[in-house]
C-alpha cells in the first residue's frame, strides 16, 4: 500500500512538472488532469473516498471541461487549424496517456487488494467532512472565503471589456 502511495505521488509530481514546463496549453491540460486524477487516488487510498469522488467530479471533469472551452475560444482565427493538426500528432498524447495507464493499474491492484480491512485507514463520510469544516476549521474556511473573494472581483476587472466612452 505504501509503494502505492509512492507510485501515485510520484505521477502527480511529474504530471505537475509538465503541466508548468509544456508549452502548449491542450497538453497542459492534459497533464492537469492526470495530476487530478492522481492526486484523486492518493485520497482513496487515504480512506477519504468522498474527498476523492469531488476531486474526480470537480476538479478534473467540471473545471477542466471549462478550461478547455476557455481554449477553444481563444483560438479563433485561421491559425487554429493548423494548431488542432499539431495537437492531434500522437507522439504528444504519449505522456498523458502513460500516466495515465499507471494510475489505472495501480487502481485496479489496490481494489484488488483491498479485501483486507485496516482499521487505521476507516472512511470518511461527507458528514463528518463537514462538521469537521464547519466546527474547529470554521475560522480557515470563512478566511479562505475572503481571500479569493478579491480575486474573484480582480478576475472581473481584468476581463471586462472598458468602453470608450468611460475612461
Do not use: C
Not at 23 to 52: C, D, Q, R
Not at 67 to 92: C, D, Y
Not at 105 to 123: K, Q, R
Amino acid at each position: 500500500m505504501e509503494s502505492a502511495f509512492y507510485i501515485a505521488a510520484a505521477v502527480a509530481v511529474l504530471a505537475t512538472l509538465r503541466v508548468i514546463t509544456h508549452t502548449h496549453g491542450v497538453h497542459a491540460l492534459l497533464y492537469l488532469i492526470v495530476s487530478f486524477l492522481a492526486i484523486a487516488l492518493i485520497f482513496f487510498m487515504l480512506g477519504a473516498p468522498f474527498i476523492g469522488a469531488l476531486q474526480v467530479i470537480i476538479y478534473a471533469g467540471a473545471i477542466m471541461v471549462l478550461f478547455v472551452f476557455v481554449i477553444m475560444m481563444l483560438n479563433l482565427g485561421p491559425s487554429s487549424i493548423a494548431q488542432e493538426r499539431h495537437w492531434i500528432k500522437t507522439e504528444l498524447w504519449i505522456g498523458p496517456s502513460v500516466l495515465a495507464l499507471v494510475l489505472l493499474g495501480e487502481l485496479v491492484y489496490l481494489l484488488m487488494v483491498s479485501g483486507e480491512f485496516n482499521p487505521a485507514m476507516a472512511t470518511i463520510t461527507p458528514k463528518q467532512v463537514s462538521v469537521t469544516l464547519y466546527g474547529p476549521y470554521l475560522i480557515g474556511v470563512e478566511l479562505a472565503s475572503f481571500l479569493l473573494l478579491p480575486g474573484l472581483i480582480g478576475a472581473y476587472h481584468l476581463g471586462r471589456r472598458l468602453r470608450k466612452d468611460r475612461w
